[in-house]
């Protein structure tokens, strides 16, 4: 019983080429998010929705378009793709964010390489 | 604004060593504390969490407690394990809905 699943595991693509990431989550929970881990470990939020509804959006190049189709899934679209994008991204999800703080569930990622 | 300092790593123990790995914290308001690890290939997984002061978390052997007076929560374990092996995160929860991490502590195990 996977909680939180992301497609694709890895992806290498070109630059400049455009590439979308999938995550779905079967928790229930009505919060989601997108994270950004570079090479150095380091993890940062990019964005949050709560019942398809963007409650966190960091400063991060308009490039990048997080869709929400239902509570469920939370897919991040990333267009014109640079060098610096290489990194793992991560999707997690929580009951509400809104109601207090609690949890958040990981998925095992998507490595991101451009060449 | 939040954030979250932690000792930086590498650390390299032997297996029933003692292991600590500091954690401060500078935050509004009253936030929750929590460790993830991450093992090597996975994503984070949840160790523990204090969501007030004076709260321990305890988990797999694991403990921090949340220490408001030096905004720290430490994490300690008494006898680690090669399959302890991993990046462990400290990270803070305030009313903004974001977690900050810190920067990861790496840590090896050795038999």
């Known amino acids: 019983d996977t909680a939180v699943s992301q497609t694709p595991k890895y992806l290498v693509t070109q630059m400049g080429n455009d590439k979308s990431i999938k995550c779905e989550q079967n928790?229930?929970?009505?919060?989601m998010y997108w994270y950004k881990q570079d090479s150095k470990k380091f993890l940062k939020i990019m964005f949050s929705?709560?019942?398809?509804?963007?409650?966190i959006n960091e400063t991060v190049p308009n490039r990048f378009s997080p869709k929400s189709p239902d509570k469920a899934h939370l897919n991040l679209h990333i267009n014109s793709l640079e060098l610096g994008d290489s990194a793992v991204y991560f999707c997690?999800?929580?009951?509400?964010?809104?109601?207090?703080?609690?949890?958040?569930?990981f998925g095992p990622g998507t490595r991101l390489l451009v060449l | 604004g939040n954030s979250v300092t932690q000792m930086e790593g590498p650390v390299t123990l032997s297996e029933e060593a003692f292991l600590t790995i500091n954690c401060t914290y500078t935050?509004?308001?009253?936030?929750?504390l929590f460790w993830y690890v991450q093992y090597p290939g996975e994503g984070l997984q949840l160790l523990l969490k204090?969501?007030?002061?004076?709260d321990k978390g305890s988990n797999k052997g694991f403990e921090a407690t949340y220490r408001k007076e030096t905004t720290s929560f430490h994490l300690e374990k008494g006898s680690v394990q090669v399959s302890d092996s991993a990046v462990y995160f400290c990270?803070?929860?305030?009313?903004?809905?974001?977690?900050?991490f810190g920067a990861g502590t790496t840590v090896t195990v050795r038999a």
């Open positions: 997690a999800s929580s009951r509400n964010a809104l109601a207090g703080t609690e949890t958040q569930y």
């Open positions: 935050a509004t308001g009253y936030p929750s």
């Open positions: 928790l229930g929970h009505d919060t």
């Open positions: 929705y709560n019942n398809k509804e963007l409650i």
């Open positions: 204090a969501t007030k002061a004076d």
């Open positions: 990270a803070l929860r305030s009313n903004d809905y974001k977690l900050s």
